[in-house]
């Protein structure tokens, strides 16, 4: 059973444009969703992270958006730059009980000049 | 500090022969977590260690094992291997008081042939 869906599997954002990442979850028990980039050859590296006492968090140009009542969280980069082509993964954990990381399937970015 | 490393980076074995990898935490970190990562099956968890305890472990075959020593690092072991194997395997860890922060390694690429 996939517990977080992810959207879109590719995309493709001209410089200067805003990529949009789209995740939903099913299990209500998660409180704390992170997003990873990961290079190719590379571990994932966390990149940001929000909980569902906030409806949105930005560290630069990366912002989390997060709607609890529709259980989705979607993941904005403005100006997207050529360095940020990679792919992303969505993730949840329980922090009650599961100390697991659950991820999404991935979103493969890349960033045209 | 220094980040999660992982030896080695690279391995290849071929089917029925065991392997085991290593994974180095950053400094004063306690809970080590193992994730498989496959085109197919996306990133998936296979255990996790705190204090030599494994703390949580997914639903992978008996042939996965893991261990934690006294100075935080950690070995998987895969025995028996099989084709299917081949994979990136990833290692996390987070400090006491925060495990859903998870920071990965770089990962050892298996290749079984």
């Known amino acids: 059973q996939q517990q977080v869906k992810q959207s879109p599997q590719s995309l493709i954002v001209q410089k200067g444009g805003i990529s949009i990442i789209n995740c939903a979850y099913e299990?209500?028990?998660?409180?704390?969703f992170p997003w990873y980039q990961q290079f190719p050859g590379k571990g994932p590296a966390l990149l940001i992270a929000?909980?569902?006492?906030?409806s949105e968090k930005k560290e630069g140009r990366f912002t989390i958006s997060f709607n609890k009542s529709a259980k989705q969280f979607s993941l904005h980069i403005m100006d997207s730059q050529p360095g940020d082509s990679a792919t992303y993964f969505c993730a949840a954990f329980n922090t009650g009980t599961a100390s697991k990381l659950t991820f999404g399937t991935g979103t493969r970015l890349q960033v045209t000049l | 500090k220094a980040g999660v490393t992982q030896t080695p980076r690279y391995l290849i074995k071929t089917r029925g022969q065991q392997v085991t990898l290593s994974c180095s935490p950053i400094?004063?970190?306690?809970?080590v977590s193992w994730y498989q990562q496959t085109p197919g099956q996306g990133l998936q968890f296979l255990f996790e260690?705190?204090?030599?305890?494994?703390?949580n472990k997914g639903n992978f075959p008996g042939r996965f094992s893991g261990r934690q020593f006294s100075n935080s690092r950690s070995e998987m072991n895969v025995s028996t291997l099989e084709l299917g194997d081949s994979a990136l395997y990833l290692c996390?860890?987070?400090?006491?008081?925060?495990?859903?922060?998870?920071?990965f390694g770089p990962g050892t690429r298996l290749l079984v042939l």
């Open positions: 996390a860890s987070s400090s006491p008081g925060s495990r859903e922060t998870q920071y």
């Open positions: 400094s004063g970190h306690r809970s």
């Open positions: 299990n209500t028990a998660f409180d704390y």
């Open positions: 929000i909980r569902p006492d906030v």
């Open positions: 260690y705190f204090s030599e305890t494994q703390r």
